[in-house]
Structure formats: C-alpha cells, structure tokens
C-alpha cells in the first residue's frame, strides 16, 4: 500500500484529521479574533456609518459578531482539543519540577515497555525519547505534555493491535514502533503577532511526537481512526507515509507526526 492508495480510500477521514499543518493559522484567526479589542468597533462602524458611532443598531452587530466567534472558538476547541491529565501537570506535586519530570518519565517508558513486551512487539528504550534535561519551568511542561502524547501514542497502538488480534487471534498485529517529542526548537513555530494583534500563544499550548511503527493493515487503519478522540484528540500532521515490501506476509510501515493542542484557560 502506498500513501495514494490510503488517501483516495480515506479522503473524508484525513481531511477532517490531517490539519496539524494548519491549525495556528485557523486557532489565530478565529481567538484573535474573539479576543481583538478591534473587533466590536470596526463592526459598529460598518453597522453604523451615519449618526452615533456606538447606537443601538451597532451595539447588536457587535454582540451577534462576538457571539458568532465565541461559537466558533467553542466548535474549534471541542475538534481540536486535547486535555492534559493531572498527572502530567506540575501544579499540586510535592518535589521539584525537574524531579517530578523524571518520575514520570521513568514510570511511563517502563509501563510501555511492559506493555509491549506483553504483546510481543518490538520497543526499545532508544524508541521512546524526549529531551532529557530541559531548562526552565515551561521546557519543563512542554516535555511532560509530549510524554503524555508519547502514551497516548502508545495505548492506542496497543489498543488497535489487540482489536485485530479479538478479530483473528492469527493476525500479525502491531510488529514494533517508537515516539519521540520533538524538542520546541524543532518545532514550527507560529509567526509573532505584529502591533496590536493577538498572540495565539497566550491561548494555545502545542507539542509535537513523531512517530513510525509497522504493523498488519488493519492494525494501522484502527490506530489511525483512534487519532480523534473527544478532549483527547492527537492532530495528524502532514505528510503521513505508508510503505510496505513486495512481499506478502511483511507488516505495512507507517511513519507521521501528530500535534496535541490544549487550549489554556483565560
């Protein structure tokens, strides 16, 4: 199977998924937007273009504008959102940030690696990676939320490998994979706002895991389908390779990246 083949099958399903590419400029438009103090005067002005700037008729355009924005954001937030737990937070934790990072990083790599070892597929220490010393409290942060997504990665792999082992106890399965966080320096980053403009980054909180795995097909459709998840959703970030041998019986590979999104409370 090539990459062609994958989204000429799945057209409808990527373009609902695969908009990691994209996202900062939709989520800037539409929160800059909802929190431009701009906004309700250029549309009393186009409301009101004889007379008081700030009569009745315009007061209602923009009430009804921001209204309009507030559902926007709502409806980006509940496709685009992925909610940290409370254990990959450092607020409420009795040790230091840099020490509560290591505890959890240790604990999560040795839950996924029992995991795997259980399945009997193929992860290595060396799979699952993410900055090992990151300085300041937000590069602190920043990891732990991409640790997270390394699990989630991970839960869903496990999970679409045992959904196809439950429909045939001979299917491959999940064969190997690995995750890494990418380091922020890495990682695209949005334009800076010019004067006077909203800076998403206030609003947002992003972080990117790339990943690779081979399995049969339909362990790597039922991981794929897994991405979008109510308040857990993992954002497809293009461009997304399926590759497999000339050979039969040999396990597809697929190798990509998603982005979690969390949107901070204001």
């Avoid at 700037?53 to 921001?66: C, N």
């Avoid at 972080?207 to 097909?217: A, G, I, L, N, Y």
């Amino acid at each position: 199977m090539d990459v062609g083949a994958f989204v000429q099958e799945n057209k409808r399903w990527l373009l609902g998924c695969a908009i990691g590419t994209v996202v900062f400029f939709v989520a800037k438009a539409v929160v800059g937007s909802l929190y431009d103090p701009e906004v309700p005067r250029r549309s009393a002005h186009k409301s009101a273009q004889v007379g008081p700037v700030y009569d009745r008729a315009a007061l209602q355009a923009a009430t009804t504008e921001q209204a309009a924005l507030q559902v926007a954001r709502q409806q980006l937030q509940q496709e685009l959102t992925y909610v940290q737990d409370a254990a990959f937070q450092l607020e409420g934790k009795p040790m230091t940030p840099d020490e509560y990072l290591g505890k959890i990083g240790r604990e999560r790599k040795l839950a996924i690696l029992r995991q795997a070892n259980e399945r009997e597929v193929v992860v290595a220490d060396k799979d699952l990676q993410w900055p090992p010393a990151p300085q300041g409290v937000d590069e602190i942060r920043a990891v732990l939320f991409g640790i997270e997504l390394v699990e989630a990665l991970s839960q869903r792999l496990f999970a679409a490998h045992d959904q196809a082992r439950r429909a045939d106890p001979q299917a491959m399965g999940l064969v190997a994979f690995g995750c890494k966080v990418e380091p922020r320096r890495q990682q695209r980053a949005p334009q800076k706002p010019k004067a006077g403009e909203v800076d998403v980054r206030e609003f947002l909180e992003q972080q990117r895991v790339t990943f690779d795995f081979k399995s049969d097909e339909a362990t790597a459709y039922a991981f794929l389908e897994s991405l979008r998840q109510p308040g857990k959703t993992l954002v497809l970030d293009v461009p997304l390779k399926m590759t497999r041998t000339e050979r039969r019986n040999d396990p597809v590979a697929v190798s990509g990246a998603v982005v979690g999104i969390a949107f901070k409370e204001k």
